[in-house]
């Protein structure tokens, strides 16, 4: 079956620095996607990993590797608005979006 | 970027009557929509597929007869949940895309609908 796992919950302090782990069992794989969701609104993307290596963007930065079927998610220097859900999403053979059951990131002050 | 409106934004209304939500590429023709549905704390869960002009293609255990989906042109789709009962109460949430999948870019992943918030009383 197909399958992404992600931690379900995880706190950081404002300032810090923050990890978000991803790993995925697909039937193909044709790229990988972040997702911000904020509590009652809808995804907004963040970023999108097709080939090995690592992606930056402003304070977030998204790391893939093919062969261990893993990704995360780097954010920096955290602000309170930060505080949402991260969802991980893989594209499979299909183009079908698959989609990690989120993380929910609290952050403090 | 790409637009996707919902309409309505929440709803409240009496078990067992139908609800119709829109779903609207303003800026865009969307070959392709998608139907989520989102209960509390869990992650989204895909409904059904619909493209433009076709039948929608719905996933295991979603009754195609209780949701309706109708992709009349590029720019609308609709998704009327019939006869609705408590149990159906969520956060649904369309997105859409203008690609063929062969030709899916990065920045021309799917674009988010807001989401329409039911609750069945």
């Known amino acids: 079956g197909q399958n992404?796992?992600?931690?379900?919950?995880?706190?950081?302090?404002?300032?810090?620095?923050?990890?978000?782990?991803?790993?995925?069992?697909?039937?193909?794989?044709?790229?990988?996607?972040?997702?911000?969701q904020h509590a009652g609104e809808a995804p907004t993307f963040l970023s999108y990993n097709?080939?090995?290596?690592?992606?930056?963007?402003g304070r977030f930065s998204?790391?893939?590797?093919?062969?261990?079927?893993?990704?995360?998610?780097?954010?920096?220097?955290l602000q309170m608005k930060d505080s949402a859900s991260y969802l991980c999403a893989v594209f499979d053979s299909n183009y079908q979006l698959i989609w990690g059951a989120g993380t929910k990131l609290i952050i403090k002050p | 970027g790409a637009v996707v409106s919902q309409h309505?934004?929440?709803?409240?209304?009496?078990s067992g009557t139908s609800v119709k939500i829109e779903c609207r590429s303003l800026d865009f023709q969307a070959t392709t929509m998608f139907w989520y549905r989102q209960f509390p704390k869990q992650s989204l869960m895909l409904m059904a597929t619909s493209n433009e002009g076709s039948k929608a293609?719905?996933?295991?255990?979603?009754?195609?007869?209780?949701?309706?989906?109708?992709?009349?042109?590029?720019?609308?789709?609709t998704l009327t949940v019939t006869s609705a009962h408590p149990e159906d109460s969520s956060f649904y949430i369309c997105s859409?895309?203008?690609l063929t999948p062969e030709r899916v870019l990065p920045t021309?992943?799917?674009?988010?609908?807001?989401?329409?918030?039911?609750?069945?009383l």
């Open chain 1, 50 to 57: 097709v080939l090995d290596g690592l992606e930056e963007k």
């Open chain 2, 96 to 98: 859409a895309r203008s």
């Open chain 1, 4 to 36: 992404i796992d992600q931690p379900t919950e995880m706190t950081a302090t404002e300032g810090a620095i923050v990890q978000i782990n991803c790993t995925y069992q697909t039937s193909g794989f044709n790229g990988l996607f972040w997702y911000q």
């Open chain 1, 62 to 77: 998204s790391f893939l590797s093919r062969s261990k079927g893993y990704s995360y998610l780097l954010l920096k220097e």
């Open chain 2, 108 to 120: 021309d992943t799917q674009y988010f609908g807001p989401g329409t918030r039911l609750t069945v």
């Open chain 2, 57 to 77: 293609t719905y996933e295991q255990g979603v009754e195609k007869d209780k949701f309706l989906i109708n992709h009349a042109s590029l720019t609308l789709s």
């Open chain 2, 8 to 14: 309505p934004s929440w709803v409240i209304c009496k």
